[in-house]
């Protein structure tokens, strides 16, 4: 009897508890949620003051961009945003896990950047882990991830990788697409590239669209240049062949952009410079070809038809 009655305690006992503590959890979750909240406010303001109160000076950061910094080089580098932006961050799907002592949060900051009139907008998805110090939380390290989830852009870009493999495989398909390319690679590139650098001085973001675009034109020039002279075969291998070789380099050149960014830059660079000689030395060679057949049409006899 009196062990039924133990066991009847302890089983109340545990009954009670764990209400009390999902209750605690729950206060904990909001508490962390609006810490959360006030660090992202503080962003675009500046705000120093409001990460050194709810923060560990040993914090551990490692942003977007896959840099790891400490808390003294984070708050270098945050800085009110310049005049003509406005951004706001919204923390959204917040989620805790408690541990003891620590607590484990993850979320998704949804930024919002009015940048001159333009509307941007970004996700990333932000995991911190926060220590109780006394009777208050600071955050001991934080991780920050892009969220490529937007449906359209990944749709659209699925769509037309999946245009441009087929395309490439037949030479005349080839060619007039690598025309209509022409225009929209060197813009793109340029573009792109340039929102990569992130916020320029005008002076640099001119030198920036011009330096970019021309390495996409160069780029873009050798492969046309070389897909046109393959394309003049009669036979349908080589195309194919060199079109798959041209898949896998670029296979190669982004895995090694991901892995080895330095190396990865030296490859590009000399990639540009030699896709640079290669245009080159094509045009000289098309060039001496049209001079070649202008000669021999003003050099032949009239009512001569030239042979095939």
Known sequence: M???????????????ATPAQARKDASLETLLEAKTQALADAIASGDRATWLKSTNPSLLFVNENNQVITRDELMKQLEPLPKGLDGHIKVIDFQMRRHGDIAVTTYIADETLDYHGQLLKTKFRTTDSWQRQGTDWKMISSMTLGVLGDPVVLGVSGVLFFVEFLADKIPVV????DTVHTVIRPVGGALLASRALGELSPAAEVLALLLLGGATLATHAAKASTRLVVNASPEPVSNVLISLLENGLVAGVVWMALAHPLVALAVGLVLVAGAVLLTVWLARRAIGALGRLRRERGTRPPGVAGTA
């Not at 009847?8 to 009954?15: D, E, G, S, Y």
């Not at 080839?174 to 697409?177: A, P």
């Open 2 to 16: 009196a062990k039924s009655s133990v066991f009847l305690i302890a089983a109340l006992a545990v009954m009670t």
């Open 174 to 177: 080839d060619s007039l697409w």
